[in-house]
């Protein structure tokens, strides 16, 4: 079993959101959308080596994967922006359901972060524009 497939097994096998395993060592985190990547990116380790498995994956998170320099991925529910964006950086996707956009949790429009990174390009800028946004809905 490779380390993505060792990855989804440990995001099933708990509560998990989102799941990072390099063959030995494992970041795993229970808390939605962002919030799990904004953290490990912030930590500032090299997660290059690492494959991740996630329960959903938007435009947002597909450039914080990027920035984290994830090069191998199991993601529940992708949208087709978010995949074509890491499929074009090498990064390599398997998934389960591609939708064409991922749903707000409320199921009444987007989502807030893959509508903030509408139209970018750059992971920075894109990076600029989540921390703005998550800010927003923080504050309610």
């Known amino acids: 079993m490779d ?28 808390k939605r959308g962002v919030a799990p990547l904004l953290e490990w ?22 450039f914080l994967y990027l920035l984290m320099g994830i090069r191998s991925i199991y993601v529940a529910v992708i949208s087709q922006p978010s995949l074509d964006l890491l499929t074009e950086n090498g990064v390599d996707v398997v998934y389960d359901e591609l939708v064409p956009a991922i749903r707000n949790r409320d199921n009444t429009g987007f989502c807030p972060i893959e509508s903030a990174v ?7 800028d894109a990076l600029v524009r989540i921390r703005k946004r998550t800010a927003e809905l923080a504050k309610g």
Not at 15 to 29: A, F, H
Not at 41 to 62: H, M, P, Q, T, W
Not at 118 to 124: A, E, K, L, S, V
């Open 3 to 30: 380390n993505r497939e060792n990855a989804k097994e440990l995001l099933y096998s708990g509560q998990y959101t989102c799941v990072l395993y390099d063959g030995k060592d494992y970041y795993i985190n229970k």
């Open 41 to 62: 990116l912030d930590d500032e380790n090299d997660y290059s080596a690492f494959s991740a498995a996630d329960k959903v994956i938007g435009r947002g998170a597909a």
């Open 118 to 124: 509408t139209g970018i390009d750059n992971p920075q």
